[in-house]
T-cell receptor, first 114, second 113 residues
Framework: KNQVEQSPQSLIILEGKNCTLQCNYTVSPFSNLRWYKQDTGRGPVSLTIMTFSENTKSNGRYTATLDADTKQSSLHITASQLSDSASYICVVSDRGSTLGRLYFGRGTQLTVWP | EADIYQTPRYLVIGTGKKITLECSQTMGHDKMYWYQQDPGMELHLIHYSYGVNSTEKGDLSSESTVSRIRTEHFPLTLESARPSHTSQYLC????????????FGSGTRLTVV
């Protein structure tokens, strides 16, 4: 069964600190991995997308890494801001179907305190 | 500057009513999707479409129906709403290959009382 597991489930950090979110997956055959930020009551917004050949991708203070051999990814947030408070969702796509099916993690709920 | 629009953002409706959730995109994407998401849970695919006049059911069984008469429009309908339909409904669209842009709307929060 294809799965995407994220950890931790929730995280509280102080403003200005760094943090790292984890994503492990078993989706095969792998196509790409995306990180999304979802504010409460809103739709997910794309942060990064990485294919098999890419092992790191940055978007401002967000840096995602991918180890396709161990099927692990991480999202590192630098110098956190209050606006970073959101759910961060790891999404993995397979290439075994025409649809390019997406598999969603449950997300890590990040809270940044002042 | 959203390129995919969902209306309404919030809807509170009585049991037994018929409702239609609207979704429109301006990117010319062929593929469109409806997801259902409960608080703290992952998104579940309930419907998808490869293009005009193409609709398929997703992984999660849903009593809703969809139609795709125009490329840009993918509405979802519930003929008779029930409290069990209370959830957030997210519409999304993607480019043909699915590797590139995959854009979500802001969602409709549906509450059936």
């Amino acid at each position: 069964k294809n799965q995407v597991e994220q950890s931790p489930q929730s995280l509280i950090i102080l403003e200005g600190k760094n943090c790292t979110l984890q994503c492990n997956y078993t989706v095969s055959p792998f196509s790409n991995l995306r990180w999304y930020k979802q504010d409460t009551g809103r739709g997910p917004v794309s942060l990064t997308i990485m294919t098999f050949s890419e092992n790191t991708k940055s978007n401002g203070r967000y840096t995602a890494t991918l180890d396709a051999d161990t099927k692990q990814s991480s999202l590192h947030i630098t110098a956190s801001q209050l606006s970073d408070s959101a759910s961060y969702i790891c999404v993995v796509s397979d290439r075994g179907s025409t649809l390019g099916r997406l598999y969603f993690g449950r997300g890590t709920q990040l809270t940044v305190w002042p | 500057e959203a390129d995919i629009y969902q209306t309404p953002r919030y809807l509170v409706i009585g049991t037994g009513k018929k409702i239609t959730l609207e979704c429109s995109q301006t990117m010319g994407h062929d593929k469109m999707y409806w997801y259902q998401q409960d608080p703290g849970m992952e998104l579940h695919l309930i419907h998808y479409s490869y293009g005009v006049n193409s609709t398929e059911k997703g992984d999660l069984s849903s009593e809703s129906t969809v139609s795709r008469i125009r490329t840009e429009h993918f509405p979802l309908t519930l003929e008779s709403a029930r409290p069990s339909h209370t959830s957030q409904y997210l519409c999304a669209s993607s480019e043909g290959s699915g590797v590139g842009g995959y854009t979500f709307g802001s969602g409709t929060r549906l509450t059936v009382v």
